[in-house]
Structure formats: C-alpha cells, structure tokens
C-alpha cells in the first residue's frame, strides 16, 4: 500500500523559514515524478514544486520560483521541500503527491498524502 505521509508544517513569521518533509512508502518510485501542491481556504489546489525522482529535474510555478527548493533523498525515500521568504499568502495545507505521467496538473498525480498545515503570520 503506497503511502505518502508529510511532516514539518507550523506558524512563522513572515519573511521565515520550514522544511516541509515527505516519506514514501509501498512501492518503487524511481520512474516518478514528485510534487508539493497546496490548497488555501476557499481555493483550488495549486502545483506549487515538482522532481523527477530518477534525474532530479526540478519544476516550480512562478509563486514559489527563488524561495522554494524541492529535493529527494534516495536513501530515506523521502521528498523535501525548503520553503524560504515566506509570504503570508504562502498559507495553505501542503499536499504531497506521486505521479507515474508527466504534467503538473493534480490529475496527474495518482497518490496523495494527508497534507501539512503551514501558516504564515504579518
């Protein structure tokens, strides 16, 4: 059973640091691609960072370019995502997910984790 269980969300300041962390379990994942999505109240679920797990290519979306690095640890099957300059709309639950396609969209990501709270306060 595949598993995707996050850690590492909590409130900052604005303008702080999180590590957001992501431990995959219950398969091979060395054909997928990982992302970080994140969903405020009231909104969609947005792509926020993606990496190949085989070749490390990393992809962003323009909101977090330059303060957000996603990162794998073969050894630990885990996934990271290193969240500097946060913004208060950074806010939101933090999803991690697993995608066996290419594309950023959540349609393409075929497991989910439960999500991590980050709050960023003014």
């Known amino acids: 059973q595949v598993q995707l269980v996050e850690s590492g969300g909590g409130l900052v300041q604005a303008g702080g640091s999180l590590r957001l962390s992501c431990a995959a379990s219950?398969?091979?994942?060395?054909?997928?691609?990982m992302g970080w999505f994140r969903q405020a109240p009231g909104k969609e679920r947005e792509f926020a960072a993606s990496?190949?797990?085989?070749?490390?290519?990393?992809y962003y979306a323009d909101s977090v370019k330059g303060r957000f690095t996603i990162s794998r640890d073969h050894a630990k099957n885990t996934v990271y995502l290193q969240m500097n300059s946060l913004k208060p709309e950074d806010t939101a639950v933090y999803y991690c997910?697993?995608?066996?396609?290419?594309?950023?969209?959540?349609?393409?990501?075929?497991?989910w984790g439960q999500g991590t709270q980050v709050t960023v306060s003014s």
């Open positions: 997910a697993a995608s066996s396609v290419s594309g950023v969209g959540t349609w393409a990501f075929d497991y």
């Open positions: 990496i190949s797990w085989g070749s490390g290519n990393t």
């Open positions: 219950g398969r091979t994942f060395s054909n997928y691609n």
